[in-house]
């Protein structure tokens, strides 16, 4: 696939000492209501960061797994996404590095073949459920990835996956139930299919 590379500013949000504690309160605040349970899925609440049952929406007009170079953004070598996901992910990357973690991505947007190619490969691992249906995985929209950090592929005890929980509602991405991978979010910062998060507006906004 040839997506050409644009170019962009990526303006990181000032912050003062005293904005970032209160982040982090309410980060806080928002894991220990995650822990338990007192949001509710439809809350439309932004300080759940993980709200297991929300997923990604599906693209009018196009299908899973062949979205044309105008739906796309190259991010980097690594990672290709659904252009609407572009500013929150940034964004995103650029909130962990200032807090020390060294997010990045292992993996975006899959093509179908793609989705194939992973679906046998965990298939002939036996674990067939780390890989969706060829056509139904959310990579295929341009609106999942795969992470990392300075220390690898996230796990669910490592630092990138902590931060993750803490932030990652603030710009719309979500960690889905039933998914046993700890380096896999799903963009659901238009509400997703629950219409469950309030995302900064600015997040919203990207025109190229
Ligand atoms: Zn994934």
Redo the contacts with the bound molecule.
């Keep these: 696939m040839s997506v050409a590379v644009l170019k962009r500013a990526v303006v990181a949000p000032k912050r003062s000492r005293l904005s970032k504690l209160g982040l982090l309160l309410v980060a806080l605040f928002a894991g220990i209501l995650a822990v338990t349970g007192c949001t509710t899925g439809s809350s439309g609440s932004s300080l759940n960061p993980i709200n297991p049952a929300n997923r990604p929406t599906t693209i009018t007009g196009y299908t899973n797994g062949q979205l044309p170079s105008s739906q796309l953004y190259v991010v980097n070598s690594n990672c290709t996404l659904y252009r609407p996901t572009v500013d929150s992910y940034e964004a995103m990357i650029a909130a962990a590095r200032s807090a020390g973690v060294q997010l990045s991505a292992a993996e975006c947007y899959r093509d179908y073949s793609g989705q194939v190619y992973e679906r046998n490969y965990w298939c002939k691992l036996g674990i067939c459920a780390n890989a969706a249906v060829p056509g139904y995985s959310n ?1 295929g929209w341009g609106k ?1 990835v ?1 992470l990392r950090d300075q220390n690898g592929s996230l796990t669910f005890t490592s630092i990138g996956y902590k931060w993750m929980v803490a932030h990652a509602g603030q710009y719309g991405w979500n960690h889905p139930g039933g998914v046993n ?1 700890a380096w ?1 979010w799903e963009w659901v910062g238009d509400g997703g299919t629950m219409h469950g998060y309030a995302v900064r507006p600015d997040l919203m906004n990207w025109n190229p």
């Design positions: 990579h999942a795969d991978e896999h």
